[in-house]
C-alpha cells in the first residue's frame, strides 16, 4: 500500500521558520514529480512549490518564492518543504503528493496525496 504522510507542521509566530517533511512508503517515488499543496479554510487547494524529477525543475507560488525551498532525498524516499519568515497569511493545510507527470502537478491533479499536516502563523 503506497502512503504519503506529513510531518513538522504546528504553530508558529509570524516570522518563524517550520521544516516539513512528506516520507513516502510503499513504492520508490524518485522518478515522480513531487510536492507541496496547501488550503485554507473557505478556500481551493493552491500549490506551493513542485520538483520534477526529471531534471529538478522547480516551481514555485509567487507568494512563497524566495521563503520556502522544497527538496527531495531519495534515499529515504522523502520530499522536504522548508518555509522560513512565515507570515499569518500561510496559515493552511499542507499537503504533499506525487504524480509521474510534472504538469498534472502544476494543474494541481496528483495520483498519491498525503493526509496533510495544519500550519497556523500567528501574528
Known amino acids: 500500500q503506497v502512503q504519503l504522510v506529513e510531518s513538522g507542521g504546528g504553530l508558529v509566530q509570524a516570522g518563524g521558520s517550520l521544516r516539513l517533511s512528506c516520507a513516502a512508503s510503499?513504492?520508490?517515488?524518485?522518478?515522480?514529480?513531487r510536492g507541496w499543496f496547501r488550503q485554507a479554510p473557505g478556500k481551493e487547494r493552491e500549490l506551493v512549490a513542485i520538483i520534477s524529477a526529471s531534471d529538478g525543475n522547480i516551481l514555485y507560488a509567487d507568494s512563497v518564492q524566495g521563503r520556502f525551498t522544497i527538496s527531495t532525498d531519495n534515499a529515504k524516499n522523502t520530499v522536504y518543504l522548508q518555509m522560513n519568515s512565515l507570515k499569518p497569511e500561510d496559515t493552511a493545510v499542507y499537503y504533499c503528493?506525487?504524480?509521474?507527470?510534472?504538469?498534472?502537478?502544476?494543474?494541481?491533479?496528483?495520483?498519491?496525496w498525503g493526509q496533510g499536516t495544519q500550519v497556523t502563523v500567528s501574528s
Open positions: 503528493a506525487a504524480d509521474r507527470a510534472y504538469s498534472h502537478l502544476r494543474g494541481i491533479v496528483a495520483a498519491y
Open positions: 510503499g513504492r520508490t517515488f524518485s522518478d515522480y514529480a
